[in-house]
């Protein structure tokens, strides 16, 4: 009889163990997504070339929210009930400080290709909230600016001074 209970206690502790596997944090996700969810951020796109007579093309796409969001430094995580911190009323404005293109030159793997430079500042706006309520409730809000600086350089292909190579490798690549 005593083999029995010896043996169960084991099996007993192993079960309760097992049922509390299933469990995720919420937290899993939102990691996942951040680790494996934005492959393009750090890859630099190749765009047709730059033709003769044409104005030059000027960086108009600013950063997403998401990105700017995302390069801002990670918020302490806290502990529920304990101590808790939030960004709230985020506005974010968004202003070119560099828009220029290098002249041609050969890149590994590419090509020869100018690089168009641009670079945006980002300043966020919005308002920390810290909360506790152990061992006596608190709360906290201030205004909070954080400035952060985001390059969206690109390639452009150089194909020569030729105007019909130019439009050909244009119609190649865009499908028109």
């Given amino acids: 009889m005593s083999w029995y209970r010896k043996l169960g206690l084991p099996v007993a502790a192993l ?3 097992l049922n509390g596997v299933g469990c995720v944090q ?3 996700a939102s990691r996942l997504d951040e680790k494996l969810g934005h492959k393009d951020d750090h890859r630099t796109p190749i765009l047709p070339p730059i033709r003769d007579g044409y104005p030059a093309p000027v960086c ?3 950063p997403s929210d998401r ?3 995302r390069s801002l430094p990670k918020g302490i995580r806290g502990v529920p009930w304990v101590y808790e911190e939030f ?3 985020i506005q974010i404005t968004k202003s070119r400080i560099v828009d220029k293109i290098d ?3 050969f890149f590994p793997l590419i090509g020869m290709a100018q690089l168009h430079h641009c670079h945006w ?3 966020v706006y919005y308002t920390e909230t810290i909360e506790s309520s152990h061992p006596y409730p608190v709360y906290l809000r201030k205004p909070r600016i954080q400035v952060v600086y985001i390059d969206k350089d690109h390639l452009h292909l150089y194909v020569g001074p030729n105007p019909d190579t130019q439009k050909e490798i244009l ?3 865009t499908k028109y």
């Fill in 103 to 105: 002249p041609p030159r």
């Fill in 15 to 17: 079960v309760v163990a």
């Fill in 67 to 69: 990105e700017v969001l």
């Fill in 121 to 123: 500042e980002c300043a």
């Fill in 171 to 173: 119609l190649e690549m």
């Fill in 87 to 89: 960004r709230d009323d």
């Fill in 60 to 62: 108009e796409d600013p």
């Fill in 26 to 28: 919420p937290w899993v």
